[in-house]
């Protein structure tokens, strides 16, 4: 998958990367990233040499047909595991056993702290249930990263993404090693989590606003559904006022 996805990927979009040095070599490390796009998972990989193992919503594993076949070989061979999200706590519990075993292995696990793609491109508060437990639990080093301008390769509505060059920064690996033994500590989950988005939002550039990507994404739903009804209402008094207009006197 890397001399295929990878290399085209690399070939057509030429992504730019900063601090390559800051993964480590070999061992175990959660890359902790923004998620600004589909195609995260796909350019993050691509210009790494090593592997990396993303959890993805098992709908693309279980598919049927050739279509769905052919979709779950894909995943697979981009290095992503199947997670049943029809729980939300069974979901969560199954990335970070997902997660561990990966580690434990001593390969490389990524993560979107944010837990969802970010509906407008600003960065949101990080969901301390995955991210944090997973590196407490493991002690693995979480090294934070930021995708730029994927989110402008194939933006909401579009079918052919638009040729450019998508930027990747890699920080400094951070060692949680001080609060071994704390995992339980839903305090020191939210710091942790809150240290890592701190590094991410210095290294990406983008706005941070206090809140989760998913009540963002309600909101925006909400607001659109009020427009459209706020529309809608004004154009069938449009309509009667155009109807009374031209009324026989």
Do not use: C
């Amino acid at each position: 998958m890397k001399l295929s996805v990878g290399g085209s990927l690399k070939l057509a979009f030429r992504p730019w990367v900063e601090g390559l040095e800051n993964i480590p070599a070999d061992g175990p490390a959660i890359l902790a990233s923004n998620h600004l796009s589909f195609s995260d998972s796909f350019f993050l990989p691509a210009v790494l040499d090593r592997k990396v193992t993303f959890v993805a919503k098992a709908e693309y594993f279980t598919s049927p047909g050739v279509k769905g076949k052919l979709t779950a070989a894909f995943f697979k061979g981009v290095g992503q595991l199947p997670v049943d999200r029809s729980g939300a706590r069974g979901a969560a519990e199954a990335a970070i056993r997902s997660a561990a075993q990966v580690l434990d292995r001593g390969e490389l696990f990524g993560i979107y702290p944010e837990g969802t793609r970010s509906p407008d491109g600003r960065l949101y508060r990080g969901k301390p249930g995955g991210l944090a437990r997973i590196a407490l639990a493991t002690g693995a080093p979480v090294v934070p990263v930021a995708m730029i301008d994927t989110e402008k390769i194939q933006p909401p509505g579009k079918v052919v993404p638009k040729l450019m060059r998508p930027g990747i920064r890699i920080g400094a690996p951070l060692d949680f090693s001080r609060y071994h033994g704390m995992d339980g500590d839903r305090f020191i989950q939210r710091s942790l989590t809150d240290e890592v988005m701190y590094e991410i939002m210095k290294l990406s550039g983008q706005e941070y606003v206090d809140m989760y990507a998913t009540a963002a994404k309600r909101q925006i739903a909400e607001a659109a559904k009020k427009r459209a009804e706020e529309e809608k209402a004004a154009a069938r008094e449009a309509e009667k006022a155009g109807r009374a207009d031209i009324s026989p006197v």
